[in-house]
């Protein structure tokens, strides 16, 4: 059974359209996090939450915009999609305990903007 | 701010030996993990370091140096299903967030 939920796996969209992606996690964390990763770029932190009403700028936020409708679900909008955000997404979550951080990860939503 | 640096591609032959090093420099220090990344999948947990010294577990060993800023991940007995990205990611002090290195592409070859 999947801890870390994302959907939809594969989208394909056009310029200018309102997207969203969904995650869902049923492993109680607390944090929920969204990454983008490019090629050659790595992992870079878009937004993270550490609770409901706790939202955070991550290193590349522009863009963006997150919900955190409860503990479990956690989603990321791109407002008006461009090609350059044509990107592999993963969310991850983690534990509230700042001495250990392991994130656990979803299976990643690979989007492309047209 | 944070900098990790890890090699950008290493090729090993199977059942071989073969030592993925990163370095780091951060404001703080609370752990670096390493994750293990198949192409187009999540990465997965692999090894966890916060004080000093080598991790074992099983084919898979992590050392850390904090004076130097320095982690290596260690993988023996080398098999085909070890070909993927490795990433090296550090915890700063007090922090919720992990900053990840670029990774390293391993192929193990036969």
């Known amino acids: 059974d999947a801890d870390v939920t994302q959907t939809p796996r594969n989208r394909i969209t056009k310029t200018g359209k309102r997207i969203m992606l969904e995650c869902s996690q049923t492993k109680g964390h607390d944090r929920m996090y969204w990454y983008r990763q490019d090629p050659g770029l790595g992992l870079r932190l878009i937004y993270y939450?550490?609770?409901?009403?706790?939202?955070n700028k991550g290193e590349i936020s522009d863009g963006y915009s997150v919900s955190r409708q409860a503990q479990a679900k956690f989603s990321l909008s791109l407002e008006s999609a461009i090609p350059n955000q044509t990107a592999l997404y993963f969310c991850?979550?983690?534990?509230?305990?700042?001495?250990?951080?392991?994130?656990?990860f979803g299976p990643g939503t690979r989007l492309t903007v047209l | 701010g944070q900098n990790i640096d890890q090699p950008t591609e290493m090729t090993a032959t199977e059942g071989a030996i073969v030592q993925i090093n990163c370095t780091y420099q951060t404001s703080g220090f609370n752990g670096l993990f390493w994750y293990q990344q198949h192409a187009g999948e999540a990465p997965t947990f692999l090894s966890y370091n916060v004080l000093d010294g080598l991790e074992e577990k099983g084919r898979f060993s992590s050392f850390l140096s904090r004076s130097k800023g320095y982690s290596y991940l260690l993988l023996k007995e080398l098999q085909m299903k070890d070909s993927a990205s490795y990433l090296c990611?550090?915890?700063?002090?007090?922090?919720?967030?992990?900053?990840f290195g670029k990774g390293t592409k391993l192929s193990v070859i036969p």
């Open positions: 990611a550090v915890s700063g002090a007090g922090s919720y967030q992990l900053t």
């Open positions: 939450s550490f609770d409901v009403k706790d939202i």
């Open positions: 991850a979550t983690s534990l509230g305990d700042v001495s250990y951080n392991e994130q656990f």
